[in-house]
């Protein structure tokens, strides 16, 4: 057997090899292929109709509603209305409508598992890495390809080993993680090579905290995210219903003792909260020195800033306390399913009685689609990008940061390190 | 290969010029017509209403980081883009860019070349020359993108496979 990396053993086996090497053009047959309601459908469907063919294997194919939901015009109700339209027309057998941002629905379905090789029609299609799955973001004429042949091609990448050392200290998080990558390396860091993120403060995130690591692969500049899977992956999985999710053989999905990559190394325990300033998140720095900015408007949201363990964190901040009179606090929950969980955990109430405002489980302000902050506003978003409006005001000033950090900014009406606040 | 010895008026804009920027979100909602009036409207609002089919623009660094939104690439083709000329591009959109039959050219000097100079790109010999005479070079677009740009984009493609058989038809259901 070759000595290979993860991304290696995961192109060789969808590419029917024995063994691939960096550089190699290959192509890859898709086990499953994600698209939601702006990407897919409403592009997909008169480019079908022009080729006059359908979908190679329906089973394969998962859409999600979350973009352009709950509807605000006619505009979007029209894009809408086509992906509702066509998901009956093809019998979709896996749709999910408004239920919460792709990102975060087809994980907690058990679609995404180690070993597979999936695409997904959004940048943000990395998060699967988190499970030991090569997934990546693909435009809508590329998904066309895949829709139609059920193959799509691939260089072989490089993998560029994140290695965390240590342990993170508490109110620090994957986000912070990901955000100080993106700092240190910038936008195009990731040289559309894999990353594979490793050492001991990734074994001990949760999945939702790993999701939310290979999620900002996309801000990074890697084509994936990975983390090779484990016994926390398993268990997520079981929980999410995959039949036989215990005894799924990970042994493989593992990069090789003596794998040729490109590593780099942190150390977590001296990790602080990250934020970045306007207008990009590799303008990550410790948050220490954005302290005192202003903020009027804390907006927890987005799949890579509002899962369960996002609001946790949030509610953790927040209880027993009140968002600072001239700040507002929005909150978007991911998915229905984490904020059903939320809710019975008491979590959400916690963030309501601080005063937040509740928004529906959609990509909301996070992709600028629909509704959008005020103009002039300094925001501090748990979101994965701050480009100049991006969220839907040209003038507005948006950082990012984590839960604790925006939670903690939304109660001091400054941005602020949430240790301070937790102490 | 059948690329010629082309000439061009170039278009300059800087670095990290984002999706968003290209296809603002708030116009997302609309058609390739729609959007491609608003294309770099933050950074160059004379660029849409300008910019004459066969020009290429010129940029720095990133070009092209943010969303998977290919209309980031298509509303440039709409406008009649000849190519997008960087010292590096993001790989999603670098993909997006010749699905839609947007030649990229990926040149470390980029940036020596000035707002509205007229270049030729000439291809085959992998190099830019400036209107000063001179030459910049720049990095082979491999053959199979090559043929995607010439063909118009990947639908094009795949009409082409489909007719020869070289894919297969799947039933179309409604």
Redesign the interface.
């Known amino acids: 057997m070759a000595i290979m990396t993860l991304a290696q053993k995961l192109l060789a086996a969808a590419s029917g090899c024995t063994s691939v090497a960096v550089g190699d053009i290959v192509t890859c047959n898709v086990d499953l292929a994600m698209f939601h309601d702006?990407?897919g459908p409403r592009r997909l469907k008169p480019?079908?109709?022009?080729?006059?063919?359908?979908?190679?294997d329906r089973d394969k194919v998962v859409l999600v509603m979350d973009h352009?939901v709950p509807e605000s015009?006619d505009?979007?109700r029209r894009?809408v209305r086509i992906a509702r339209d066509w998901a009956k027309?093809?019998?979709l057998p896996h749709v999910y409508d408004s239920m919460g941002i792709c990102h975060v629905v087809v994980p907690e379905h058990g679609h995404i598992r180690p070993g597979m090789f999936c695409v997904?029609?959004?940048?943000h299609?990395p998060t699967g890495g988190a499970f030991g799955a090569y997934m990546?973001?693909?435009?809508?004429?590329?998904m066309?390809?895949v829709v139609?042949?059920g193959e799509i091609?691939i260089q072989v990448p490089e993998t560029l080993a994140m290695q965390w050392n240590g342990h993170l200290q508490r109110g620090v998080t994957a986000k912070d993680m990901a955000l100080a990558m993106i700092g240190r390396f910038?936008?195009?860091g990731g040289?559309?090579q894999a990353a594979e993120f490793c050492g001991s403060a990734v074994k001990s995130l949760s999945m939702q905290e790993r999701m939310t690591l290979s999620n900002m692969s996309?801000e990074l500049?890697s084509?994936v995210g990975l983390i090779a899977p484990d016994q926390t992956t398993l268990d997520y999985l079981h929980d999410a219903g995959v039949p036989g999710a215990k005894d799924i053989d990970i042994s493989h999905w593992q990069t090789d003792i003596g794998a040729t990559v490109v590593c780099h190394e942190f150390d977590a325990s001296t990790l602080a909260p990250q934020v970045a300033a306007p207008h990009?998140p590799a303008n990550a720095a410790p948050v220490g020195e954005y302290g005192n900015t202003a903020i009027q408007v804390a907006y927890i949201g987005a799949c890579t800033g509002a899962k369960l363990e996002d609001l946790r964190a949030a509610a953790d901040i927040l209880r027993g306390k009140k968002v600072a009179s001239g700040t507002t606090l929005m909150v978007a929950p991911a998915s229905v399913r984490d904020q059903q969980r939320a809710q019975e955990e008491g979590v959400m109430n916690v963030l309501i009685d601080a005063g937040a405002q509740v928004l529906p489980n959609s990509c909301g302000a996070c992709?600028?689609?629909g509704g959008?902050i005020a103009e002039g506003a300094n925001v501090i978003s748990t979101t994965a990008?701050n480009?100049?409006?991006?969220m839907?005001a040209?003038t507005a000033q948006v950082f990012l940061a984590s839960p604790y950090t925006v939670a903690s900014s939304a109660v001091a009406g400054h941005i602020v390190d949430p240790r301070e606040v937790m102490a | 290969m059948t690329t010629s010895v082309t000439r061009h008026k170039t278009w300059r804009v800087g670095k990290?010029v984002?999706t968003?920027?290209l296809a603002?979100?708030?116009y997302?909602?609309?058609g390739i017509d729609e959007i491609a009036k608003h294309c770099l409207q933050?950074v160059r609002p004379d660029f849409a209403a300008g910019v004459v089919r066969g020009d290429v623009l010129v940029a720095d660094?990133?070009f092209g980081?943010?969303?998977?939104?290919?209309q980031a690439?298509a509303a440039l083709v709409h406008l009649g883009v000849h190519a997008v000329i960087a010292p590096?591009f993001?790989?999603?959109y670098?993909?997006?860019a010749f699905?839609?039959g947007l030649l990229l050219i990926t040149c470390e000097r980029a940036t020596e070349i000035e707002e509205g100079e007229a270049i030729t790109l000439d291809l085959p010999g992998r190099r830019i020359v400036k209107a000063d005479g001179e030459c910049l070079p720049c990095a082979e677009v491999p053959d199979?993108l090559m043929d995607m740009v010439q063909a118009g984009?990947?639908?094009n493609l795949?009409?082409r496979r489909?007719a020869d058989g070289s894919?297969a038809?799947?039933?179309?259901?409604?």
Do not use: C
């Open positions: 702006s990407s480019m079908l109709q022009e080729l006059g063919t359908g979908l190679w352009y015009d505009e979007s894009i027309e093809q019998a997904g029609g959004d940048s299609s990546f973001g693909v435009g809508s004429t590329e066309l390809g139609t042949s091609w910038g936008m195009s040289r559309y996309a500049g084509q990009s992709s600028g689609y959008s990008r480009f100049k409006g991006r839907g040209d | 990290d984002d968003d920027q603002p979100g708030a997302m909602k609309f933050g660094r990133n980081i943010g969303s998977s939104r290919e690439a590096n993001n790989g999603l670098f993909r997006n699905n839609v199979f984009g990947l639908l795949l009409k489909l894919l038809r799947h039933p179309m259901r409604a």
